[in-house]
Protein backbone atom coordinates (compact mmCIF):
# COMPACT_ATOMS: atom_id res chain seq x y z
CA UNK A 1 0.00 0.00 0.00
CA UNK A 2 1.45 3.40 -1.20
CA UNK A 3 1.77 6.06 1.45
CA UNK A 4 -0.92 8.08 -0.46
CA UNK A 5 -3.33 5.20 -0.19
CA UNK A 6 -2.19 5.33 3.55
CA UNK A 7 -2.73 8.61 3.99
CA UNK A 8 -6.51 8.04 2.50
CA UNK A 9 -7.61 4.79 4.88
CA UNK A 10 -6.39 7.22 8.02
CA UNK A 11 -8.35 9.92 7.22
CA UNK A 12 -11.46 7.44 6.74
CA UNK A 13 -10.79 5.85 9.89
CA UNK A 14 -10.55 9.15 11.47
CA UNK A 15 -13.50 10.72 9.72
CA UNK A 16 -15.57 7.19 10.59
CA UNK A 17 -14.60 7.46 14.44
CA UNK A 18 -15.11 11.17 14.38
CA UNK A 19 -18.93 10.26 13.06
CA UNK A 20 -19.16 7.25 15.38
CA UNK A 21 -18.16 9.11 18.97
CA UNK A 22 -20.65 12.09 17.63
CA UNK A 23 -23.70 9.82 16.96
CA UNK A 24 -23.20 7.99 20.47
CA UNK A 25 -22.30 11.66 21.89
CA UNK A 26 -25.80 13.05 20.26
CA UNK A 27 -27.85 10.61 19.93
CA UNK A 28 -26.83 8.99 23.68
CA UNK A 29 -28.22 12.40 24.98
CA UNK A 30 -31.32 13.10 23.30
CA UNK A 31 -32.28 9.28 24.02
CA UNK A 32 -31.88 9.95 27.94
CA UNK A 33 -33.88 13.46 27.32
CA UNK A 34 -30.99 16.21 27.56
CA UNK A 35 -30.96 17.24 24.10
CA UNK A 36 -33.58 18.20 22.73
CA UNK A 37 -34.84 17.92 18.91
CA UNK A 38 -35.81 21.48 18.67
CA UNK A 39 -32.98 23.07 20.81
CA UNK A 40 -30.77 23.64 17.38
CA UNK A 41 -27.94 25.56 19.61
CA UNK A 42 -26.82 22.67 21.25
CA UNK A 43 -26.77 20.48 18.25
CA UNK A 44 -24.66 22.80 16.22
CA UNK A 45 -22.35 23.44 19.21
CA UNK A 46 -22.28 19.22 19.28
CA UNK A 47 -21.51 19.42 16.13
CA UNK A 48 -18.96 22.20 15.95
CA UNK A 49 -17.24 20.48 19.16
CA UNK A 50 -16.87 16.96 16.69
CA UNK A 51 -15.81 19.00 13.64
CA UNK A 52 -13.41 20.46 15.79
CA UNK A 53 -12.48 16.94 17.25
CA UNK A 54 -11.78 15.53 13.64
CA UNK A 55 -9.77 18.49 12.06
CA UNK A 56 -7.12 18.26 14.93
CA UNK A 57 -7.02 13.84 15.04
CA UNK A 58 -6.98 14.45 11.35
CA UNK A 59 -3.73 16.54 11.51
CA UNK A 60 -2.22 15.01 14.27
CA UNK A 61 -2.23 11.53 12.44
CA UNK A 62 -1.29 12.95 8.92
CA UNK A 63 2.18 14.34 10.47
CA UNK A 64 2.25 11.26 12.41
CA UNK A 65 2.21 9.09 9.23
CA UNK A 66 3.96 11.70 7.65
CA UNK A 67 7.08 11.15 9.58
CA UNK A 68 6.87 7.47 10.28
CA UNK A 69 6.77 6.80 6.98
CA UNK A 70 9.55 8.88 5.95
CA UNK A 71 11.62 7.36 9.08
CA UNK A 72 10.59 3.80 7.22
CA UNK A 73 11.25 4.03 3.60
CA UNK A 74 14.79 5.85 5.13
CA UNK A 75 15.82 2.54 7.07
CA UNK A 76 14.90 0.57 4.11
CA UNK A 77 16.70 2.32 1.78
CA UNK A 78 19.77 1.96 4.25
CA UNK A 79 19.45 -1.66 4.67
CA UNK A 80 19.13 -2.43 1.47
CA UNK A 81 22.24 -0.07 0.39
CA UNK A 82 24.15 0.78 3.28
CA UNK A 83 26.28 2.82 1.30
CA UNK A 84 23.81 5.31 -0.42
CA UNK A 85 24.01 8.87 -0.02
CA UNK A 86 21.60 10.81 2.78
CA UNK A 87 20.66 12.64 -0.59
CA UNK A 88 19.67 9.36 -2.37
CA UNK A 89 17.15 8.79 0.56
CA UNK A 90 16.05 11.94 1.06
CA UNK A 91 14.88 11.95 -2.80
CA UNK A 92 13.36 8.47 -2.60
CA UNK A 93 11.31 9.89 0.43
CA UNK A 94 10.25 12.92 -1.42
CA UNK A 95 9.19 10.81 -4.07
CA UNK A 96 7.38 8.19 -2.50
CA UNK A 97 5.59 11.46 -0.55
CA UNK A 98 5.02 13.80 -2.71
CA UNK A 99 1.77 15.32 -4.96
CA UNK A 100 1.93 14.59 -8.51
CA UNK A 101 -0.28 15.33 -11.69
CA UNK A 102 -1.87 11.11 -11.12
CA UNK A 103 -2.61 12.18 -7.45
CA UNK A 104 -4.12 15.54 -7.97
CA UNK A 105 -6.75 14.37 -10.84
CA UNK A 106 -7.32 11.58 -7.97
CA UNK A 107 -8.06 14.00 -5.59
CA UNK A 108 -9.96 16.03 -8.12
CA UNK A 109 -12.10 12.90 -9.42
CA UNK A 110 -13.24 11.80 -5.33
CA UNK A 111 -13.97 15.62 -4.25
CA UNK A 112 -16.30 15.56 -7.64
CA UNK A 113 -18.06 12.48 -5.98
CA UNK A 114 -18.09 13.82 -2.18
CA UNK A 115 -19.28 16.87 -2.97
CA UNK A 116 -22.17 15.08 -5.35
CA UNK A 117 -22.85 13.41 -1.72
CA UNK A 118 -22.58 16.38 0.27
CA UNK A 119 -24.83 18.36 -1.97
CA UNK A 120 -27.72 15.89 -2.18
CA UNK A 121 -27.55 16.31 1.81
CA UNK A 122 -27.79 19.75 1.43
CA UNK A 123 -30.95 19.68 -0.59
CA UNK A 124 -32.36 16.72 1.42
CA UNK A 125 -31.64 18.25 4.73
CA UNK A 126 -33.84 21.45 3.41
CA UNK A 127 -36.49 18.79 2.64
CA UNK A 128 -36.89 17.84 5.95
CA UNK A 129 -36.97 20.92 7.62
CA UNK A 130 -39.81 22.27 5.02
CA UNK A 131 -41.75 18.84 5.52
CA UNK A 132 -41.35 20.01 9.29
CA UNK A 133 -39.27 17.99 10.82
CA UNK A 134 -37.63 19.33 14.09
CA UNK A 135 -34.48 21.51 13.66
CA UNK A 136 -32.43 18.78 14.82
CA UNK A 137 -33.19 16.23 12.02
CA UNK A 138 -31.98 19.19 9.49
CA UNK A 139 -28.87 19.69 10.99
CA UNK A 140 -28.19 16.03 11.65
CA UNK A 141 -28.93 15.18 7.85
CA UNK A 142 -26.48 17.89 6.51
CA UNK A 143 -23.91 16.62 9.36
CA UNK A 144 -23.90 13.14 8.44
CA UNK A 145 -24.19 13.92 4.54
CA UNK A 146 -21.16 16.43 4.96
CA UNK A 147 -19.42 13.09 7.06
CA UNK A 148 -20.81 10.23 4.21
CA UNK A 149 -19.35 12.79 1.13
CA UNK A 150 -15.91 12.71 2.85
CA UNK A 151 -15.78 8.76 3.50
CA UNK A 152 -17.44 8.72 -0.07
CA UNK A 153 -14.55 10.82 -1.37
CA UNK A 154 -11.64 7.92 0.63
CA UNK A 155 -13.41 5.19 -0.89
CA UNK A 156 -13.39 6.70 -4.17
CA UNK A 157 -9.61 7.46 -3.87
CA UNK A 158 -8.64 4.51 -3.08
CA UNK A 159 -10.37 2.74 -5.88
CA UNK A 160 -8.73 5.02 -8.50
CA UNK A 161 -5.41 4.44 -6.78
CA UNK A 162 -5.95 0.35 -7.34
CA UNK A 163 -8.02 0.80 -10.75
CA UNK A 164 -5.70 3.36 -12.21
CA UNK A 165 -7.67 6.81 -13.49
CA UNK A 166 -8.11 8.73 -16.87
CA UNK A 167 -8.58 11.89 -18.02
CA UNK A 168 -12.19 13.36 -18.84
CA UNK B 1 -18.07 7.48 -35.35
CA UNK B 2 -14.70 7.76 -34.06
CA UNK B 3 -12.77 4.57 -33.88
CA UNK B 4 -12.28 3.53 -29.93
CA UNK B 5 -8.45 4.17 -29.16
CA UNK B 6 -6.05 4.06 -26.65
CA UNK B 7 -2.63 5.19 -25.68
CA UNK B 8 0.21 1.82 -25.07
CA UNK B 9 3.76 2.45 -23.53
CA UNK B 10 6.89 0.52 -24.37
CA UNK B 11 8.51 1.85 -20.82
CA UNK B 12 9.47 -0.94 -19.52
CA UNK B 13 10.97 -2.25 -22.86
CA UNK B 14 13.14 1.46 -22.63
CA UNK B 15 13.74 0.89 -18.94
CA UNK B 16 15.77 -2.51 -19.84
CA UNK B 17 17.68 -1.07 -22.75
CA UNK B 18 18.01 1.48 -20.39
CA UNK B 19 20.66 -0.72 -18.17
CA UNK B 20 17.09 -2.00 -16.26
CA UNK B 21 16.78 1.55 -14.83
CA UNK B 22 14.47 1.04 -12.10
CA UNK B 23 10.76 2.62 -11.75
CA UNK B 24 12.55 4.70 -9.12
CA UNK B 25 15.25 6.63 -11.24
CA UNK B 26 12.65 6.94 -14.05
CA UNK B 27 10.37 8.58 -11.28
CA UNK B 28 13.49 10.92 -10.24
CA UNK B 29 14.07 12.18 -13.91
CA UNK B 30 10.58 13.18 -14.74
CA UNK B 31 9.62 14.38 -11.60
CA UNK B 32 6.95 11.96 -10.16
CA UNK B 33 6.67 9.19 -8.02
CA UNK B 34 7.19 5.99 -8.36
CA UNK B 35 3.57 5.23 -7.73
CA UNK B 36 2.56 7.32 -11.12
CA UNK B 37 5.34 5.34 -13.31
CA UNK B 38 3.75 1.91 -12.01
CA UNK B 39 0.40 2.96 -13.29
CA UNK B 40 1.52 4.53 -16.67
CA UNK B 41 3.87 1.41 -17.52
CA UNK B 42 0.74 -0.86 -17.03
CA UNK B 43 -1.39 1.46 -18.77
CA UNK B 44 -3.89 2.80 -15.69
CA UNK B 45 -2.88 6.41 -15.97
CA UNK B 46 -2.62 8.34 -19.06
CA UNK B 47 0.18 10.86 -18.35
CA UNK B 48 -0.08 14.80 -19.42
CA UNK B 49 1.94 15.96 -22.83
CA UNK B 50 4.65 17.47 -20.60
CA UNK B 51 5.31 14.70 -18.28
CA UNK B 52 5.26 12.23 -21.31
CA UNK B 53 7.89 14.98 -22.89
CA UNK B 54 9.79 14.73 -19.68
CA UNK B 55 9.55 10.23 -19.55
CA UNK B 56 10.49 10.56 -23.28
CA UNK B 57 13.73 12.97 -22.49
CA UNK B 58 14.15 10.77 -19.94
CA UNK B 59 15.39 7.81 -22.27
CA UNK B 60 16.65 10.73 -24.71
CA UNK B 61 14.06 9.78 -27.16
CA UNK B 62 11.32 10.89 -29.22
CA UNK B 63 7.93 11.05 -27.77
CA UNK B 64 6.38 8.97 -30.22
CA UNK B 65 9.05 5.84 -29.01
CA UNK B 66 7.60 6.22 -25.55
CA UNK B 67 3.95 6.06 -26.38
CA UNK B 68 1.78 5.40 -29.45
CA UNK B 69 -2.01 5.67 -30.18
CA UNK B 70 -3.86 2.52 -31.12
CA UNK B 71 -6.74 0.91 -32.08
CA UNK B 72 -8.67 -1.08 -28.86
CA UNK B 73 -7.66 -4.56 -28.76
CA UNK B 74 -4.37 -3.69 -31.23
CA UNK B 75 -2.60 -3.25 -28.15
CA UNK B 76 -0.50 -6.50 -28.16
CA UNK B 77 0.45 -6.29 -31.63
CA UNK B 78 4.19 -4.46 -31.98
Redesign the interface.
Known amino acids: M?Y?EKKTVLSMVTGLAVLAAYCLHAFGRLGSGILSPDDGRAWAQAMLLFTGIGVVAAIVGQIGLAIATAVLLAARRKLRDPDCADKAVE??VS????D????KLIELKALQAGFAVAGAGIIASLAVLALGFPVAAMLNVLFLSLGAGSLLEGGVQLLL?R?????G | MAERKTIINRIRELRFFAGEMSQQQLADRAGVSRQTIVAIEGNKYSPSLELAFRIADAFSVKIGEVFEYVNKGEEGHE
Not at chain 1, 100 to 103: G, K, L, N
Open positions: SHRESEMADEMSWRGVKH
